[in-house]
């Protein structure tokens, strides 16, 4: 089905880019605000023939002011330039003629100072826009995601995958680099799907989605790029915002506050989240056959009760030192943690392999605890210049992001059939880690399609751990164990340039632009017997885009990413909470290097439609992958473990892999609106057994997602949203993935002239659990597992903006896509 849809796909777009006239000209510039020299992003951009009132085409400016509008027939137009908050700019005249570009120059808005005092404007705003390097989801116009976290934002986001634990892919690789307001986070390294989990939702403005990374951008993450951008106020004045949360399973709420006088702005916010105690229940059966020919059975069966909590406070400052120079500083703070005990049955049997007769059979009662922690301080300082020639700009940002996490567990197993004394463990594992981040970035524009990029950067990390394991005794006391207590350092420096450059080609019928990025790469740790050579890696990418006409674009581009092992993978730290099912980590990992191309097409609607549909081939060598394998006995460190499977990741031969992703919004009527994303992804893995470099698997996988969003405005300010998704179960190096399926309803009132808000959301009301049926084989070992975890949960919202101003960046018409007016502009403050 995938490559039907593709072939379909890429015949129809080639078609129709070798149809395409490119002798009609365009229509280029730039706007930026009379006073601070800013350039204003989302300006709108209208273009009339002479004689008419109303326009035929336009756009909206990007986020540096830029604005270009091919397909134009030659003529004389008049151009107007608008954005709430300033005077009309018009050009009574620009000519453009056959196959040329009429270039406007930079178009300076004078501010209304009048038409501000007091106003209340709001505005609609596609839910999901494409741009030529990546996709953009705007959650805070997603009615049904406000009540919750990122993860749940993230679950919306096209091209992106999550489970029902927080794990994320991006177009089916899990490989991902997270960035928060377009830096690095320390928070993302402790516990990724914690970290999501206490970022509220009405805390994030957009999601970015980068599949196909430039070379200004790290070459880490062979899956692509994930930009969480919070809300930010560049307003004169003062506003803010309250928003409160309570709901049966999660609650959460947020304060944002922003000041904005001349050329001075400050913006503050705090925001704190809660997983109030869930219970999920699990069944575990495995059976293993020993090297002798016996065989094992074991059965667990038990639940577990989980709390999560996070919360996050920042300031920032940004001040117009001069119309040409910025400078801004930022601090922020994270916290997160989760509390889990749970008890578990155990019945442990040995057959003959003989006779089939049961040699012994113990049953147990383990009673286990875990406690993580996270906390994570980042700063940053960034300056920007901009130099007479337009487009020349200099770029200088510093930032460090320092954390310290801790994971403590604690277990112990008692015998119910054996006269034999308990035994268990507890363990305490610190940790704190430091990255710093030096990089400049240099624009210049040597002609006005010509465009070139450079810059150097430099990522200083060190990771710290210390491990402490005690074991109990026989008379209930603890005693260290020495062969499972160590420390970890783990030191990484990578130092890198990059160069692209940008231009338009055949007359502005094709838009390149190419780069190459080289990064160098040096890791030490002070394991025993690890040794990790230095690397050097160039990434070279590149991206060709052409604009059919004003509603119409198609993209080819290539990148090349690496995915570093992270801190996490390279621990060798043995999670011996479940002494049957142990997890470490592995030193002697390789980088995983991966080869991706894109093609895409998007459409816009006059009636406020939009359409997109892509497809990708991606191939990752040395790829890195979670394998398991079976012990009948493991020794760590001095102890042996009975019947374990030993999980760790490594690197596994290559994968290929190929999909698609549709996204389509439809506006039915004026209030009904609906949005659907489709996405399929075929997987080949070619797989070396890390165990037995002899034993080779070629393993295939089909995955496919669809979800369908439905939005009615009722009027009087009141709206609703349903949402469904559903993920499919794919097949695994070693086994399966679940499938997971939910659906939420919300339902959102405003008043006070649109300063207040209430909401109500559901999710999966109708049912209390979510079932997760797994499995993972190997050729001596068969294991099935049920997880039963709650989903189920009901919330309340309330939502209060306060201050003089409050309005949005008026779009072009393809905003109607979202059914309804929805807020573009949510005072708040960000990172």
Known sequence: MYKILLFIFISFTTVHLYAQNGGKGKITGKV?????????????????????????????????????????????YRVTADFIGYKKFVI????????????????????????????????????????????????????????????????????????IDGNVELQGNANIRFLINGKPSSIFGASLADAL??????????????????????????????????KDSKVSGVNGSINLTAGTRQENGSFNLNARKGNFGVNAFFSGRAQLNTTALNTNDRTT?????????????????????????????????????????????????????????????????????????????????????????????????????????????????????????????????????ATGARGNNPGNDRQI????????????????????????????????????????????????????NYKRNIYAVYAAASTSLFKNFLDVKVGLRNEYTKTSADFPGTV???????????????????????????????????????????????????????????????????LAYSRSFDSGANFNIGGFYRHNIDDLSQFTTPYAVLDVNGREYTNVLLTQRSNLGTQTSIGSNIFASVPVTKKLNLRTNIFLIHRENNVVDPNNDQNNLDVKAFQYRLNLNTSYQFGNNFMAEAFVNYNSSTRTLQGNRPKFF?????????????????????????????????TTKGPTFNQSSLRQLPFQSFGITLSYKFGKLEFAKDKNKEDRDNGGDQLQHDPGGGR
């Open 32 to 76: 930026i605000d009379a006073v601070t020299k800013q350039p204003v992003d989302y300006a709108t951009i209208s273009i009339f023939k002479q004689g008419s009132d109303s326009p035929f085409n336009g756009m909206s400016t990007d986020e540096k002011g830029n604005f270009s509008i091919a397909g134009i027939a030659p003529g004389d």
């Open 92 to 163: 009574a005249h620009v000519i453009v003629k056959d196959g040329g570009a009429a270039d406007v120059g930079t178009i300076n808005l004078e501010p209304n100072q009048n038409q501000l005092k007091g106003v209340n404007i709001v505005a609609k705003a596609p839910i999901v826009e494409n741009r030529i390097d990546k996709m953009v989801y705007n959650a805070q116009n997603d009615l049904t995601s406000q009540s919750g976290a990122a993860i749940d934002v993230l679950r919306k986001v096209p091209q992106v995958t999550v489970d």
């Open 197 to 230: 989990q206490a970022i509220p939702a009405n805390q994030i403005k957009n999601i970015e989605v980068i599949t196909s990374p430039g070379a200004k951008y790290d070459a880490a993450g062979t899956g692509g790029i994930i930009n969480i951008v919070l």
């Open 289 to 421: 056959t020993l090297p002798n020919g016996d065989m094992t059975h074991l059965l667990q069966t038990g639940s577990a009760d989980t709390k999560r909590s996070g919360y996050q406070s920042g300031l920032s400052f940004n001040w117009s030192i001069t119309p040409k120079d910025d400078l801004t500083a930022s601090i922020g703070f994270d916290h997160f943690g989760n509390n889990s005990s749970g008890l578990t049955n155990q019945e442990q049997s040995l057959m003959s392999g003989a006779t089939g007769n049961i040699v012994s059979d113990i049953l147990s009662l383990r009673n286990s605890s875990s406690k993580f922690s996270a906390n994570s301080v980042d700063y940053s300082l960034d300056y920007k210049k901009r130099f007479s020639k337009e487009g020349q700009e200099l770029d200088v940002l510093f930032t460090s992001s320092n954390g310290k996490n801790t994971n403590s567990y604690t277990q112990e197993l008692d015998y119910l059939n054996l006269n034999s004394p």
């Open 437 to 488: 981040n030096i990089s400049i970035d240099y624009t210049h524009p040597v002609t006005k399609t010509f465009n070139i990029e450079t810059g150097a950067k430099a990522i200083i990390e060190k990771l710290t751990n210390v491990t402490n394991t005690d074991s109990l005794l026989a008379d209930g006391s603890y005693v260290n164990n020495a062969g499972q207590s160590f420390a970890f």
């Open 532 to 598: 990790i050579p230095d690397y050097n890696t160039l990434a070279p990418s590149a991206v060709v885009s052409h604009k059919l006409n004003a509603l119409e674009t198609i993209k080819l581009s290539y990148s090349f990413r690496i995915e570093r092992p992270e801190y996490q993978d390279v621990n060798p730290f043995f999670n011996i909470s479940d002494p049957n099912n142990i997890s470490t980590g592995n030193p002697n990992l390789k980088p995983e290097k991966s080869n991706a191309f894109e």
């Open 742 to 774: 939910f659906y939420n309803f919300a339902v959102r009132k405003q008043f006070w002239n649109k300063n207040a808000s209430i909401g109500l959301a559901a999710t999966n009301p109708f049912s209390n659990y979510i079932n997760q049926y797994s």
